[in-house]
């Protein structure tokens, strides 16, 4: 039970002996604090009380130390000790930097090659039927939905990568606010508009197409759509640089 | 009781160095001692503690010391400055103060003859 005494104050300090300038600061105050609580929950047990009980009332007896803790971890390194180790470094190192950076090369040729293969997977169908006939399209089409789900894949794949590593990278480096996902984030009524015109959109495709019969045209709307909305999230980004 | 443990947390600094001034001394013995002499009633919190054995070591009332102990961890020791001795007695005036001024306070009015009450701004 006394072991649980140490564990809870390990892990009530792991992190100020992680930032402290000078750490030895740290670990000396843990070490005066581990005494009294073993020499109080010593004297509770002498006086009946079960393990567990003395265990957690010395805990909670301890009350909030994190003031006392910011301010142990604040003290300048002793002048007469041996030299204070370094704090945990707060930004990237080259390396770091360069690691993220081929991530990031490899999430875009990912992302490019998943793109090629979409456009590219009818050919193998139509190859095949053409040479083959029905026993081609029999193996044309399994080819085709194969690259198609490869390339969804990779897209995942290489999306989810690139967010870790802009993440990792907002973290440490100073906002740059132009992402797509920030103006998003901003304006929820940007997002509100961007989701309608979408939806409007499709809709009046279906319409516009079926009353004129265009078909072979219509899907133009879809362009102008995507056109529009940039034009608004442009309006709502220089709205908010100009403020 | 509240105002009690309220009164006796404002005054941490004067009971660490009054506990200080019989003899050097370590954490967990002052918070026995403080604990013995209130019949069990009031205990500090190790947070309250040594948060004000830092402050005082920083105004330099009080120095501490690892002590050699012939069984078990070492301890950390206290023993109270010269400096901690003039501010002894300077808190216990502040203290002498304050409590006879609050005696007059709350006894005002409990033996007045005014009609009225009448509302005093401090």
Redesign the interface.
């Known amino acids: 039970m006394k072991a649980k005494i140490k564990e809870y104050l390990d892990a009530v300090f792991a992190d100020a002996e992680r930032r402290a300038s000078d750490p030895s600061r740290v670990r000396?105050?843990k070490?005066?604090?581990?005494?009294?609580?073993y020499?109080?929950y010593d004297?509770m047990i002498e006086n009946g009380k079960s393990p567990s009980a003395a265990c957690n009332a010395v805990i909670a007896?301890?009350?909030?130390?994190t003031?006392?803790l910011d301010?142990?971890v604040d003290t300048a390194p002793r002048t007469d000790a041996e030299e204070a180790p370094l704090s945990a470094e707060p930004t990237l190192t080259s390396e770091e930097r360069e690691k993220l950076q081929k991530k990031r090369e490899r999430a875009a040729l990912l992302t490019s090659v998943a793109i090629a293969m979409y456009i590219l997977c009818w050919i193998p169908l139509v190859i095949l039927s053409e040479i083959f006939g029905d026993l081609g399209s029999m193996v044309g089409l399994p080819i085709m939905f194969l690259m198609i789900a490869g390339a969804t894949a990779m897209i995942v794949y290489g999306s989810m990568t690139k967010t870790k590593v802009t993440e990792a990278e907002k973290e440490r480096d100073d906002d740059d606010d132009d992402d797509e996902e920030d103006t998003e984030r901003r304006f929820p009524v940007y997002k509100a508009i961007s989701g309608a015109l979408w939806v409007l959109t499709l809709v009046a495709y279906l319409v516009v197409s079926d009353l004129t019969g265009a078909w072979h045209m219509t899907w133009l709307l879809f362009l102008m759509a995507a056109a529009l909305d940039n034009i608004i999230k442009a309006i709502f980004d220089l709205r908010r640089k100009g403020t | 009781m509240s105002i009690t443990a309220d009164l006796i947390r404002g005054h941490t600094d004067t009971i660490i160095l009054a506990s200080l001034l019989r003899g050097d001394s370590y954490g967990y013995r002052i918070n026995r001692a403080l604990g013995d002499l209130s019949d069990g009633r009031y205990e500090f919190k190790e947070a309250t503690l040594y948060t004000a054995f830092r402050r005082l070591e920083e105004e330099g009332y009080i120095r501490s010391y690892w002590g050699d102990e012939e069984t078990g961890a070492r301890r950390r020791y206290y023993t109270i400055t010269p400096e901690g001795r003039v501010a002894y007695d300077r808190l216990m005036q502040e203290w002498r103060e304050a409590s006879e001024l609050i005696e007059k306070l709350i006894h005002f009015g409990a033996d007045s003859d005014d009609a009225g009450t009448v509302t005093q701004r401090i």
């Open positions: 000396e105050l070490e005066e604090m581990l005494g009294d609580l020499d109080k004297h007896g301890m009350g909030d130390i003031d006392l301010s142990v």
